[in-house]
Every structure is written in C-alpha cells, then in structure tokens.
Antibody, heavy 116, light 107 residues
Framework: EVQLVESGGGLVKPGGSLRLSCAAS????????MNWVRQAPGKGLEWVSSISSSSSLMYYADSVKGRFTISRDNAKNSLYLQMNGLRAEDTAVYYC?????????WGPGTLVTVSS | DIQMTQSPSSLSASVGDSVTITCRAS??????LAWFQQKPGKAPKSLIYAASSLQSGVPSKFSGSGSGTDFSLTISSLQPEDFATYYCQQYNSYPYTFGQGTKLEIK
C-alpha cells in the first residue's frame, strides 16, 4: 500500500526557516517524480515544487523560488522541502504527492503557520 | 503560465442528480488534465488523469471528457459522500496550475 506521511510543520516567525519531510513507503520511491502542493486556510490548491526521480530536475512556483529548496534521499525514501525566508502568505497545509498520472497519491499534510 | 478557469464555483444538487463541472485552460494542454476531490480537513483524492482516465479504485460514476482547452467532469447519481470540493489541474507544463475549485453542496 502506497503511503506518504509529511512531518516538520509548526509555528514559525516571519523570516524564519522550516524543513518539511515526507516519508514514502509501499512503492519504489526512487522511480518517481514527487510534488509538494500547499493549501492556505480556506483557499484552493497551489502547486509548490517538483523534483525528478534522480534529483536532476527541480521546479518551483514563482511564489517560492529563491526561498524554498526541494530535495530527496532515495536511500531513505524521503522527500524534503527546505523553507527559508518564510512569510505570512506561506501559511498553509503542505502536502507531498507522488507524481504519477498527475498526482495519484497524497499524504495527509502538515500545517505550517507563519506568525509573530 | 497556464490559467485554469473552473465553473461554476459552487453548485447545489440533490442526491440522485447528475452534475457537470467544466474547466478551461488558457492554452492547449495536450490532455494533461487531472481532477481531484477534496473533503473538509482531508487531502485531495485523485479521480481522473489524462482528461478521461479513471484512477484505480475510483467508481465509474465519475467521468472526464474534453480536449484542447475545454474539459469537464461529470458525476452521475450523486450520493451523500460525493458532496465535496472538486479541482482541475493541468500538468502539461510547469508551473502546474489548479482551477479555483467547485464546491458541490446538497440542495
């Protein structure tokens, strides 16, 4: 059974940093692109970033480019999102998703709150 | 960036009805169009990919159609568990973009 579980969310002050993790199981993690998608409270879905299976390709939304870094460790079946220079508008639930057939499996999400 | 425009933004229907939600892309997306269902407090669930292909385990009451820039999701014989918010997404080119969502409510 495919499982994705995010962790690392929490309350952080504006300008601060946070590293999200996504633990994957039930599939060959190293064979798949992976996505991060976020959802601000009461708002719609926003694609954040994607990474190729070998980490050779990374893509970012303009809203996070230069502040967020996506990475992965295929030996640990883990996906990461390093978030620096956090702003109030980054407050959201962050989901990791397997990038197969669009995004076929999603984790339950982790909440990031940016507030002083 | 490709803009995705969904309509309507909200929709009221009764149990047993069929409904259709539409999604228009600002340029051609080669049928790289997905539909997701989201219930309050839960992660999105993938329903349809490649405009009309059903994800594994998704009931056939959900169907997708369209090509080019115009797409639709039809849900037949609505049941209480189908009342949720639905999103389209293009994954033809980065940045991937979602529609603004359609909230399907019980009449």
């Amino acid at each position: 059974e495919v499982q994705l579980v995010e962790s690392g969310g929490g309350l952080v002050k504006p300008g601060g940093s946070l590293r999200l993790s996504c633990a994957a199981s039930g599939f060959t993690f190293s064979s798949y692109f992976m996505n991060w998608v976020r959802q601000a409270p009461g708002k719609g879905l926003e694609w954040v970033s994607s990474i190729s299976s070998s980490s050779s390709l990374m893509y970012y939304a303009d809203s996070v480019k230069g502040r967020f870094t996506i990475s992965r460790d295929n030996a640990k079946n883990s996906l990461y999102l390093q978030m620096n220079g956090l702003r109030a508008e980054d407050t959201a639930v962050y989901y990791c998703a397997r990038a197969s057939k669009s995004s076929d499996y999603w984790g339950p999400g982790t909440l990031v709150t940016v507030s002083s | 960036d490709i803009q995705m425009t969904q309509s309507p933004s909200s929709l009221s229907a009764s149990v047993g009805d069929s409904v259709t939600i539409t999604c228009r892309a600002s340029q051609g997306i080669n049928n790289f169009l997905a539909w997701f269902q989201q219930k309050p407090g839960k992660a999105p669930k993938s329903l349809i990919y490649a405009a009309s292909s059903l994800q594994s385990g998704v009931p056939s009451k959900f169907s997708g159609s369209g090509s080019g820039t115009d797409f639709s999701l039809t849900i037949s014989s609505l049941q209480p568990e189908d009342f949720a918010t639905y999103y389209c997404q293009q994954y033809n080119s980065y940045p991937y973009t979602f529609g603004q969502g359609t909230k399907l409510e019980i009449k």
